[in-house]
């Protein structure tokens, strides 16, 4: 037997597994230290990629807007912010001149602790920060429309800012690809409607709409178009984490060129062969914060549904302190038994609340059984949402053993930070 330990929420649990179990694991180098981290942040800002520098980009502004990642990222935004904002000063920008929007698209909003342990006490006390509201039209500018069709709403304050800079982490996506740059826009700071057209059914439905695509993917070229309508949105700051959380790389400069130098680089480290499907497939959700609720995990499942044969079972280990996270996710993954049915609904009925989380989780449902280990969601809703719970990896094996052989076992610690493929197949 050989002993896996497998990230849960602040901690990891550890699982006995037959000696034959595939582990699979990132070739992410180990990043550094906080001190040397922020080196490495203020030196790619002095030499951005493809773009002017900084201080070029503040002469003459006014209003400063600054983008960061919401509360279920594993971004450094303290860290960021701490070189930014430092560097902003040094070329004469005040406090008042900044504004600093959590890009949440529609997850929900963000209260003044949870902002504070984004950004830290000194930047949460000193500056204003407020998270973005995708639902209040009031609050939004139309700038056009894509080729895709999406009508491009984004919130006003952004869109009419003198300079726009994001801050973020580039990390595998399970439809756009690859998250960072164009989606701290679309969705980040977009309005509902134009989230539900990006997230459409039949852009989801694109065989390309999945983790490691960029060119031809359908999600991402939307975003792309969407985020070059922001004129202002000029500047990126975006790290490349290990899998402790800490910074192996910076790529600062232009939203998109630097954005895919970012993709290129990080590439080259989770894309992972695999010499089989699995029957069975223990992923993670990545710990925290990413696995704080059910609907962040569903990126776990098709991160482990990739390599799991049809007919097999994933298992998903997920703390989900927050619980289900969106409770129209909850909804209308419970309507039915059959994913098909549920998959026929969406299409026939959108656009709806958060279907594109349960596009995805009924794709996985099609293919493999998912069974559950968490703290944080109740068996009866995890049974409603077609998913079967368990207490314990071992009581998930054990379940697992109820549907499938058990021959080939595929073990995923870092979860959706890798992209695992069957080697052969394309990655």
Known sequence: MKRVALPFGGESISADLPDNALIVHSKIPQGVNRERAGGLVMASIEHPYAAPKLQELLSGKRRIVVLITDKTRATPNELLLKALLERMHTCGVTKEQVEIVVATGLHEP????????????????????????????ALLKYLGGTSFGTEV???????????????????????????GGRKLILPGVAGTRSVYQNHGFKMLAHPKADYGYLDGNPVHEDMVEAARMLGNFRFIVHVILDKEK???????????????????RLENYVKVPVPYEADVTIVTNGGYPLDRNLYQAVKGMVTGSRVTRRGG??????????????ESFRHLASLSRDPAYILAYIEENEPLRDQWEVQKLEQVLAKTKVVAVTRGVKDSVLEEMNIIPASTIDEALETARRFTPFEKIIVIPEGPYVIPYVDGATG
């Open 246 to 264: 800490n910074v192996v790389d910076v790529v600062s400069g232009d939203p998109h060129s630097a954005h895919v130098e970012g993709v290129r």
């Open 153 to 179: 709403h984004v919130n006003k304050n952004v869109a009419e800012a003198d300079l726009v800079v994001g801050l973020g982490l580039i990390e595998p996506h399970f439809f756009a690809g690859y998250s």
């Open 110 to 137: 963000h209260s003044a602790s949870e902002i504070e342990e984004l950004v830290g006490r000194e930047v949460a006390s000193e500056y204003r920060v407020y998270t973005h509201n995708s639902d209040d039209d």
């Open 313 to 326: 079972v994933v298992i998903i280990a997920s703390e989900c302190r927050d619980g289900v996270g969106h």
